[in-house]
């Protein structure tokens, strides 16, 4: 289990945005954590510094092309990207230095999974190359993916046969809360355990951190076998959480 770092990008900035409250036509609904004064490229090359690849860099809305590729220029082969990605536009960010492409929306079309559009993504870009975003909100007990920055339910469950059948065609998945990304109250706790239990594949959670022993909680409840993402509660982004000691667990567990 390892920290994986982020980076969100809304209006061509850096922010950490409250999960569910971005809306396409709705830009006052929007609740921000926090704005940073730094640019994409600044925390791609902290990352870099600190050896923290994998992380991902999520565009949230028009306007982020130009400072999600100059993270990626900046960290070639250490982040991965995703928002607003397809067959079209896949290929420039892999060139540009992306380590893989993160998917969701345009696989999970239209409230299903589409499998033609899933192999157009893989003729494209590889499954070597490709992250589905599995982002999810519980309904009636069980957890649903979500698109369309968490607005839309799809009819697709998070569920073993699910993942079964998904990780044939990826090579990592990424799980966000949405039910408690960006609020700082703690992690979900159950969706954490059926992730250990459930996956194959390599898996990142993110989502509700709060402190640095969730990075121990979630090693635990994932069965050492899922990644975190911490973003509103590091002090990079206004939180309490120094960066540095987070940076100092990672690398306590590659010894």
């Known amino acids: 289990m390892r920290f994986r770092p982020c980076i969100d990008l809304h209006a061509g900035q850096v922010k950490q945005i409250v999960g569910g409250t971005f809306r396409d036509n709705e830009p006052r609904a929007i609740q921000e954590n926090h704005v940073s004064m ?3 490229s600044y925390f791609a090359r902290l990352y870099k510094e600190d050896n923290l690849k994998g992380g ?3 565009m949230l809305g028009p306007g982020n092309v130009s400072q999600a590729m ?6 070639p082969g250490g982040l991965q990207v995703g928002g607003g990605i397809s067959p079209q536009n896949a290929r420039s960010f892999l060139e540009a230095g992306a380590s893989h492409v993160i998917v969701t929306s345009y696989v999970f079309h239209h409230g299903i999974l589409d499998q033609d559009r899933l192999h157009e993504m893989i003729r494209t870009v590889g499954k070597d190359n490709l992250v589905l975003d599995l982002s999810c909100k519980e ?7 979500v698109t369309d920055h968490w607005q839309r339910f799809t009819s697709v469950r998070l569920d073993p046969p699910t993942l079964t059948h998904l990780e044939k065609h ?3 998945f990424l799980v966000h809360a949405a039910d408690v990304e960006g609020r700082r109250q703690g992690i979900q706790e159950r969706l954490v355990s059926c992730l250990g239990q459930w996956c194959a594949l390599p ?4 989502g509700g ?3 640095l022993d969730d990075l121990d909680r979630v090693k635990a409840l994932g069965q050492d076998r899922i990644d975190l993402t911490i973003g509103s ?3 990079l982004f206004g939180g309490d959480i120094p960066y540095k000691d987070v940076v100092a667990w990672n690398r306590s567990q590659e010894r």
């Not at 309904?139 to 993916?145: C, M, N, T, V």
């Not at 898996?203 to 993110?206: E, K």
């Open 70 to 75: 100059s993270a990626l220029q900046t960290f």
């Open 170 to 172: 990826c090579s990592e």
């Open 139 to 145: 309904k009636d007990g069980e957890f649903y993916i």
């Open 56 to 58: 991902h860099v999520i």
């Open 38 to 40: 730094n640019n994409a």
């Open 209 to 211: 951190a709060k402190s």
């Open 203 to 206: 898996t990142t959670y993110a």
């Open 233 to 235: 509660a590091l002090d």
